[in-house]
């Protein structure tokens, strides 16, 4: 089932198979349909409990009229152990986030837009040669230091073919950063 978070509360109550959460500046309120489903407090990170309600693709429609998707670690991980058939005894997951310091110097943001084909084709690359599962999300856009860039879930039969596979994922991913990410210091 797909989230949309909006500000503008009737343009998707009416879109069946998607649950909408309204921001109203100190709770969110979800709704499904036309019935309200529940609030959440803003102190709670609204999208890991959405996540550990089974939410696990979530649609952001801003005032600007953007959309884009985010995904849980959780959700991953979960995506991930349903789709094992028996054969896989061991996840690994990964998240990358944005520095403090980078070359001596800190960090006040950063820049970043990764080419998400050149994503999805690593992901196939390393589920096609090492014969594991694997899922990557890829934050793009400004970031601040310790947000989250990248999250990697990997599912393998064995510990040592998870880490290998992990290694090789990372070392990917950073090959795509030297390409696309810009820094911005203070």
Known sequence: MMVV??????EFRSCKGTVVVIDNELYYDVFEGDRKIMSISKDFNVLEVLADLGFDKVVFKSDYERIYEY??????????????????GAIAAFIGIVKGFSR????KRVFIDVDMKRINEIEREIQRDLGVMIKIHHNTGELKPNEEIVYIVIMAESGDLVLNS???A????KEEHLKHLREEFE
């Open 170 to 173: 990372v070392e990917s991913i």
């Open 71 to 88: 995904e849980t670690l959780s959700s991953m991980v979960k995506d991930l152990k349903r789709k094992n058939n028996g054969r896989f």
């Open 104 to 107: 001596g110097r800190r960090v």
């Open 5 to 10: 978070f909006t500000r503008k509360t009737d």
């Open 166 to 168: 992990m290694r090789r």
